[in-house]
T-cell receptor, first 114, second 112 residues
Framework: KQEVTQIPAALSVPEGENLVLNCSFT??????LQWFRQDPGKGLTSLLL?????REQTSGRLNASLDKSSGRSTLYIAASQPGDSATYLC?????????????FGRGTSLIVHP | EPEVTQTPSHQVTQMGQEVILRCVPI?????FYWYRQILGQKVEFLVS????????KSEIFDDQFSVERPDGSNFTLKIRSTKLEDSAMYFC??????????FGPGTRLTVL
């Protein structure tokens, strides 16, 4: 059974810092990995999707990498802003026996203070 | 920009009652999903739906749950006899192929 772990659980940083959020998974037979942000009481917003054949994806100040062999993904946020404050979730879609079930981590709660 | 919508935003029901949660996915999407998030817990996958049938379901999605696409736009989740532990946020999502999923704002279900 796939297990997804996100470290750290919480992070508080001053504005302008570059950040690295970590996601690890136990079963490397993944189909894709998706990073989301979740604002309090709201739904999830997709940030980046990495297919299993890809090593990284970039969107603006965000860069996500994937290393299947070590079971890790990182989300890099450059020049953080207060508007980046949210919970960041990693979701791994595992390809196992023809089944594609997504598994989420608990998330990293990020606060960027001015 | 097209978005996934969900109704109602908050549903309060008595234990044992049936509830139907409604979702309108993005119009050109073909894959539809339901997730739930119990307060303070992880987001959990319930079910995926493609071509008018369930394509995947988790252990959570037992006989008390069902999904339906009654017309060309709506996608519903029915819980037949609600339990206290069904209290959670329920999120609908949709995607094209097996691709980026777009989530709705959620329905908060409270079972008393």
């Amino acid at each position: 059974k796939q297990e997804v772990t996100q470290i750290p659980a919480a992070l508080s940083v001053p504005e302008g810092e570059n950040l690295v959020l970590n996601c690890s998974f136990t079963d490397s037979a993944i189909y894709n990995l998706q990073w989301f942000r979740q604002d309090p009481g709201k739904g999830l917003t997709s940030l980046l999707l990495i297919q299993s054949s890809q090593r990284e994806q970039t969107s603006g100040r965000l860069n996500a990498s994937l290393d299947k062999s070590s079971g890790r993904s990182t989300l890099y946020i450059a020049a953080s802003q207060p508007g980046d404050s949210a919970t960041y979730l990693c979701a791994v879609k595992t390809a196992s026996g023809g089944s594609y079930i997504p598994t989420f981590g608990r998330g990293t709660s990020l606060i960027v203070h001015p | 920009e097209p978005e996934v919508t969900q109704t109602p935003s908050h549903q309060v029901t008595q234990m044992g009652q049936e509830v139907i949660l409604r979702c309108v996915p993005i119009s050109n999407h073909l894959y539809f999903y339901w997730y739930r998030q119990i307060l303070g817990q992880k987001v959990e996958f319930l079910v995926s739906f493609y071509n008018n049938e369930i394509s995947e379901k988790s252990e959570i999605f037992d006989d008390q749950f069902s999904v339906e696409r009654p017309d060309g736009s709506n996608f519903t989740l029915k819980i037949r006899s609600t339990k206290l532990e069904d209290s959670a946020m329920y999120f609908c999502a949709s995607s094209t192929e097996q691709d980026t999923q777009y989530f709705g704002p959620g329905t908060r279900l409270t079972v008393l």
